[in-house]
């Protein structure tokens, strides 16, 4: 399904292959279907479990007007575990390391065509520099073969030949990637224009579409930078919607966005005051000093330096029942 949302001049935004539920929303829906479709008897495609409404967080009824019939023929999720699905199949049958690495930063590169000397120094680290622009014109026919093989009928993903480069030719496609940073664009939007409530929904969506660090086994360059600014958007949205809960007394909710935080930061202090903060309010001062000792020995043993005074002294006036 596509989300479609408004933006402030009123056009439709389409965000992401997923269905809008009482301001959640929801990852890309599969349809359970009886039987195996004929289309995927081939190597390298396996079922997916059918998603059940419960496992996605889906409390309501469907409204029609909230159902869109378009979805995309093919989803690419790099957030987290990366993954190429049709319907309720995925596709897991990558000839080789390079051929998967083509395709994934070709698929997150897919406005442009990408010179071939841009591509050997995204994919091929120095010591294989030499023979790396055969090895580049081979990889680029086995993708070519790999997404024949993948794609049955009219295919949706084509390597297109340039004189300088190559491109990644798409129909119908949605990569979680530019849905999350699309989200994220349109939350600074509405808080820079001081709709703070709004922001916090589309915060909570990128929040939501954000599946784990990009391409986390992935160690090129290019796909570290990406990572780091990826994680960037998604602390910002988190601490967004910590300070927002703190500032609204929701101190549960403040709690789990904390968590996430330093699940992705283990240095971030602000993160361990709002946490000793919270606790406190909630009588539980057991916790708020397990916080603080853990705030203590991670930033000593992760950075050398110890807590700045405005960590003392929250800690302190927590500990009274004074936060």
Not at 100 to 128: C, K, S
Request: proline share 5%; charged share 25%.
């Amino acid at each position: 399904m596509t989300t479609r949302m408004r933006d402030e001049g009123g056009a439709t935004l389409a965000i992401a292959p997923a269905r809008r539920i009482t301001g959640t929303l929801l990852l890309p829906d599969r349809v359970a279907t009886p039987g195996v479709d004929p289309r995927f008897e081939r190597p390298g495609w396996a079922p997916l479990p059918h998603r059940r409404a419960s496992d996605v967080g889906l409390d309501a009824p469907l409204e029609q007007s909230q159902v869109s019939d378009c979805r995309p023929r093919i989803s690419v999720s790099c957030l987290g575990v990366f993954a190429v699905e049709m319907g309720n199949w995925r596709f897991d049958a990558w000839q080789g390391r390079k051929t998967r690495a083509l395709f994934q930063y070709l698929v997150n590169h897919r406005d442009r065509p990408i010179t071939r000397e841009a591509l050997v120094n995204a994919l091929w680290p120095e010591p294989e520099r030499v023979a790396a622009h055969t090895s580049l014109k081979v990889s680029v026919h086995t993708l070519r073969q790999t997404l024949a093989q993948m794609q049955p009928g009219e295919p949706a993903l084509v390597v297109l030949g340039h004189e300088s480069g190559y491109q990644l030719k798409t129909m119908d496609l949605w990569l979680d990637v530019e849905a999350f940073e699309q989200v994220c664009a349109r939350a600074r939007r509405l808080e820079s224009k001081g709709q703070s409530a709004e922001a916090l929904d589309w915060y909570a969506q990128a929040v939501q579409l954000y599946g784990g660090d990009f391409l986390s086994e992935c160690w090129d360059d290019w796909a570290v930078f990406r990572r780091e600014a990826l994680k960037d958007q998604c602390l910002h949205a988190l601490g967004r919607l910590a300070e927002a809960s703190l500032s609204n007394r929701e101190y549960q909710a403040c709690i789990g966005y904390c968590q996430q935080l330093l699940e992705q930061d283990r240095c971030r202090e602000d993160t361990y005051r709002m946490l000793m903060v919270c606790h406190a309010h909630l009588g539980q001062r057991g916790r708020v000093r397990r916080w603080y000792e853990l705030c203590v020995r991670t930033l000593r043993g992760e950075i050398g330096v110890a807590p700045d005074p405005e960590t003392e002294r929250v800690y302190r006036d927590a500990l009274c029942g004074e936060a």
